[in-house]
């Protein structure tokens, strides 16, 4: 069992930056693949990144590209979300997840997370 604990959200104008954050509990934080997601009002749930279990390789979401920066620190058990120039179609509840472990399927599907957190709210001002 893994739980998942996100923080760092907010109100932030268009153009300013936020990280989140997710706190993983377990025993093996390194044997978990990571992901974002994120959901709009009355939207499904989308998609925004992905980090390998060593943290070596990312993935994004098109939208989010060159924007969003995904990272992790294993010794704090913790994953990051650093979004920079914010426009408001990022606004949404955004989540982390992870797939079980040793995980090397696709990164961008839901189906593949076995855990999420409770979600972290982000609105962005235009």
């Known amino acids: 069992q893994v739980q998942l604990v996100e923080s760092g959200g907010g109100l932030v104008q268009a153009g300013g930056s936020l990280r989140l954050s997710c706190v993983a509990s377990g025993r093996i934080f390194s044997a978990y693949t990571m992901g974002w997601f994120r959901q709009a009002p009355g939207k499904e749930r989308e998609f925004v990144g992905g980090?390998?279990?060593?943290?070596?390789?990312?993935y994004y979401v098109d939208s989010v590209k060159g924007r969003f920066t995904i990272s992790r620190d294993h010794a704090k058990n913790t994953v990051y979300l650093q979004m920079n120039s914010l426009k408001p179609e990022d606004t949404a509840v955004y989540y982390c997840?992870?797939?079980?472990?040793?995980?090397?399927?696709?990164?961008?599907?839901?189906?593949?997370?076995?855990?999420w957190g409770q979600g972290t709210q982000v609105t962005v001002s235009s």
């Open positions: 980090i390998s279990r060593s943290g070596s390789s990312t």
């Open positions: 997840a992870t797939t079980p472990p040793n995980y090397s399927g696709t990164y961008s599907s839901r189906a593949a997370y076995a855990y």
